[in-house]
């Protein structure tokens, strides 16, 4: 068990903080088990990494070589960090306690529209 903690600690702790990387790990096991919690981390992994992979590659590909390895950098150093701010801002909203009946229409509404609720927390 401690092994699995600790190499997505290892992984994440370039992004985020240790205290949130545990907070993600918390929320997570309440909803699967160690197998299954690395299970769907390698899987999300491995999407994210092929996804930023073939991103690159379309980058190259489709401008001048030199200038694409000049700015790929830049740009993929940029959508880590948006990548983080993200995380950051929808780890506060998982951590959030619904507080009685309104509480409860607000966790429905999110459902039906939870892109407002992190670009609002974002401004």
């Given at each position: 068990?401690?092994?699995?903690?600790?190499?997505?600690?290892?992984?994440?702790?370039?992004?985020?903080?240790?205290?949130?990387?545990l907070?993600?790990?918390?929320?997570?096991?309440?909803?699967?088990?160690?197998?299954?919690?690395?299970?769907?981390?390698?899987?999300?992994?491995?999407?994210?990494?092929?996804?930023?992979?073939?991103?690159?590659?379309?980058t190259?590909?489709?401008?001048?070589?030199?200038?694409?390895?000049?700015?790929?950098?830049?740009?993929?150093?940029?959508?880590?960090?948006?990548?983080?701010?993200?995380?950051?801002?929808?780890?506060?909203?998982?951590?959030?306690?619904?507080?009685?009946?309104?509480?409860?229409?607000?966790?429905?509404?999110?459902?039906?529209a939870?892109?407002?609720?992190?670009?609002?927390?974002?401004?």
């Amino acid at each position: 068990e401690h092994i699995a903690d600790l190499v997505i600690i290892c992984i994440l702790k370039q992004t985020l903080s240790i205290p949130s990387i545990l907070e993600i790990l918390s929320i997570q096991k309440q909803q699967n088990t160690l197998p299954e919690l690395l299970d769907l981390f390698c899987e999300m992994y491995e999407e994210v990494l092929r996804h930023n992979l073939d991103f690159a590659c379309r980058t190259v590909e489709a401008g001048s070589y030199q200038s694409a390895i000049r700015n790929l950098p830049l740009k993929m150093a940029v959508y880590a960090h948006t990548g983080q701010l993200i995380a950051q801002q929808t780890l506060a909203l998982a951590l959030e306690k619904p507080s009685g009946a309104s509480g409860e229409a607000e966790a429905k509404e999110e459902k039906k529209a939870p892109d407002k609720k992190v670009e609002e927390k974002a401004k």
